[in-house]
């Protein structure tokens, strides 16, 4: 799998406006650091364990974003370098990355996790829990959490329309609040759908670094 070259065909096809975030779990290092030599910067993990020995080891200047279901207990092993936590799908996960970036003394960069897809697997607010978050005051309560915008995963589908239907609800909840600027869903096979519906960054895994085998990781 020639990683320089997905990288370098990624860069070059996504819109300027579009960050890419380089999927890597399950990939060794020596695959993550021949992509940053192509000049990717972001990468996205979603094991805690793994994140932590990945960054241990790589160029201090990769900017880590966690795409995976937290657990409120492993918070703190990312809490002192992740730039970007996309999955905050409940308040009391909320208020722990809080916790902990008060412990760190930073500012800890968030995006509200949205349920859009039929699978009844897949964590995440409802829009309208979402909505009702975001029109409360509860947010104030957490200054060391900054909300950047959402995340959400479409169904597993081939129907595109499912797809662009779903991803359009995130689209039209940023509409109704603008300052969440940062819209994160696509991913390998629905990355062009999510760019003409809004994504401002796009999460893609295999169509970079190869089919992923989890009997090996
Ligand atoms: C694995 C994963 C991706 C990347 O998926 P690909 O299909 O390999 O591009 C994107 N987002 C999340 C949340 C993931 O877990």
């Not at 960054?55 to 092993?77: C, E, M």
């Not at 916790?99 to 699978?119: D, P, W």
């Not at 169904?155 to 039209?172: L, Y």
Request: overall charge neutral.
């Amino acid at each position: 799998m020639a990683v320089k070259e997905n990288i370098l065909h990624f860069r070059s096809a996504l819109p300027a406006h579009v960050c890419l975030v380089a999927v890597s779990k399950t990939k060794p290092a020596a695959m993550l650091q021949e992509a940053y030599d192509a000049g990717q910067r972001d990468f996205g993990e979603n094991y805690v364990q793994e994140l932590v020995e990945k960054q241990a080891g790589l160029p201090a200047d990769i900017r880590w974003h966690f795409i995976g279901h937290l657990q409120s207990n492993k918070v703190k092993y990312i809490a002192p370098f992740v730039h970007l936590i996309h999955g905050v799908d409940s308040l009391s996960l909320l208020k722990e990355i809080d916790k902990q970036g008060r412990k760190n003394n930073r500012v800890i960069h968030c995006l509200i996790q949205l349920h859009i897809a039929m699978e009844e697997t897949k964590f995440g607010f409802s829009i309208a829990e979402a909505t009702a978050l975001l029109n409360s005051k509860e947010l104030v309560a957490y200054p060391n959490v900054a909300i950047d915008g959402f995340m959400a995963m479409a169904s597993n589908t081939s129907d595109e329309d499912k797809i662009r239907a779903e991803f359009r609800q995130v689209k039209n909840l940023r509409e109704q609040f603008p300052a969440y600027s940062v819209l994160s869903f696509g991913m390998s096979s629905d990355y062009r759908i999510a760019i003409e519906e809004g994504s401002t960054m796009v999460r893609i895994g295999s169509s970079i670094f190869g089919e992923r085998n989890y009997s090996l990781s």
